[in-house]
């Protein structure tokens, strides 16, 4: 009797649970294959131009050919073509050449303006605090135009270095902007204890600061380093003598205007372009992330 | 303490001119000055490259094409009675709207799906999700572009395999709508999927395990407790959004240029094609001036949920 009485409520939560664990095997299922829909609408693009940019010139004229495989071999020749045909090398090189410029330029102007914001509070700092992050919130296709005027003042225009002076209009104010936030989430003691020991405010930056938030660091230089190498609205209004473009604008103009049989060099140039900050990306995801988040939740 | 004692004997120590010298030393050795000069390549940047040439736009906007004189709001007036401007207007309104609404939908189904899976599975869907994103934008257009090909377009074959004929995806206007649009939600989606995972990973899990012993299903669990808690984070992703999809320029100005029939066009690509491609400058900053006041309203609500996010994270 009492053995009965003890198993018979035992018997029912295991029951429960059983239908738990199925429902919960369901749901996955269920997720998984929502999941595997979404992701090949996000990576079809890509791989359609790998597809584009292997595959040869004859094959991707024929109507019937499935033009979402390669059938008929693989062929490195629009690569080949891109880098011996055309001034793909040249748009790279000034690519560098701004990209580091700029990054060097935003992290040295944001870190010492995020630390002068969040610790030694002067008079309107909070104001220029906010004002970081209205600026940012300014697109580049606001600013374009008197911009275009200021860059023909210096007499940069049709020239690179004219991007290295623009662009951190687009990463200094994001990129001081987390700073603020990582430096505020460092400990005052430490600071303090550092300025009692007789240490300057430099040494405070250089010793304690950019060490202890060397993660954020990270985070706003993959920041300043996609955007500067995706920019397009200034270089396509800045520059245009194909020794001064950068990759963006020379793919999509000096690769485009050709007829329908460059499509596989034009894949090819787009992939090539893009890879850096794929690369960067693929190493160095959880500092992408963390500083994509962190710029709406901290500060 | 130190810099009072010092400013309370100095006078008396030394002579008129150290003093003063001493004094300048004193100023610039105080921690606001010092902090305001780790400021002033900041300040340099913002005033001479963001606050400058805005204020310098309504100065263009006023002047005739040849930027000789003033001439008020000719300019303004003038885009007034072109119908290509309305249809600008409504056109970046259809874009802007739809991509964002699409986008937003989109993120929140996606970062839900993944917060389903095991941690561990976790990590490697999100890297994946993500790649639009960090493709510029620009190029992964040009990939949109052949996959719209009139003759050799990827999605044509595809429909075909379902007996649906041929679209026009670039050269019929409505198309060529959709077709800007669905890059749009394409490119944006994974930014909001990654903002919506990171929300929903801070919502309490107790608040979940009291809602099933309460007899809550997962829509009541989503409609009472997942919605108002990433209620802050979903209107300011919105409205960022909103801000960067209307001042877009990279999509359309790669896919369709503004055609056919300057239906595509929305202010970005319309201001340049007038201010940049037919040199009319003034005109060109009078057109990008009318995303100013949306912008504006969205910059004020996004600095409140800001500010209202940061108190809940605290």
Redesign the interface.
Known sequence: MTTIAAVAPAAKPLKRRRSLARDRRW??IF??F??IL??I??????Y??VV?SLKTNRE??E?TS???LIMQGFTLEHYKNLIENTDFLIFFKNTIIVTLCVVAITM???V??A???SR????G?TA?A??????Y??????????????VKSFGLLNNYWGMV??Y??LT??FC?WIMIGYFTSIPKELDEAALIDGAG?MQILLRIFIPVAFPGIIAAMIFAF?VS??A??YP??FLYRSDQLV???G??TSL?RAD?FQ?GS??AG??L??AP??VI??FL?DY??AG??SG???? | MVEATQSAYAPALTSVIPWRRGRIARVLRR??????F??L???T??GG??????L??IN?ATLNKAMTKHIGFDNFAFLFTRETFWMVVSQSAIFALTAVFFKAL?GL??AH??N???AKGQ?K????????W???????T???W??F?P??S?FN??LALFGIGKVAWLSDPYWARFSVILDNV?YG???FL??YL?ALRSVPTDLYEAASIDGANAWQKFVHITLPMMQS?IS??VL?SL??TF????II??MTQGGPRDMTHI??TW??KL??QSGD?PL??SV??F??PI?GI??IF??RG?AK??RE?Q
Do not use: E
């Open positions: 749901a996955l997720s998984y929502f999941l979404f992701a609408f996000f990576l079809a693009p890509p359609y131009m584009t991707m004229v109507i499935n033009p979402w040295v102007i944001s010492l303006a630390f002068s914001l030694m509070r002067f008079f700092s220029i906010t004002g970081v992050f209205l600026t919130l300014i697109p580049d296709s606001l600013l374009f135009i008197p911009l275009f005027q200021v002076l623009v951190p209009t200094v104010p001081t405010y996609t190498w995706a397009f609205i396509m209004a990759l963006t604008v793919t999509v485009v329908v499509w034009l894949m787009a992939l372009a893009a900050p794929l990306y693929a995801m992408y992330i994509l988040t709406a939740t901290k500060g | 921690r606001s000055t010092i902090a305001f780790m400021c390549p900041l300040l940047v913002i490259l963001v606050v400058y040439p805005a310098y736009a263009l989109i189904i996606t799906l993944v389903n899976l095991p990590r869907w999100r890297g994946m999700l993500l790649v639009p960090v493709m510029p934008l620009s190029l992964s040009l990939g949109w052949w996959m090909d003759t050799y990827a074959w595809l394409w989606a994974p930014f990654i903002m990171a984070i300011i992703t960022f801000i960067v001042a877009n320029f990279d100005w790669v202010f970005a201001a340049f201010g940049i400058i060109g900053a990008s001036l995303m100013f912008l969205s910059a996004i600095l800001v996010r940061s994270m």
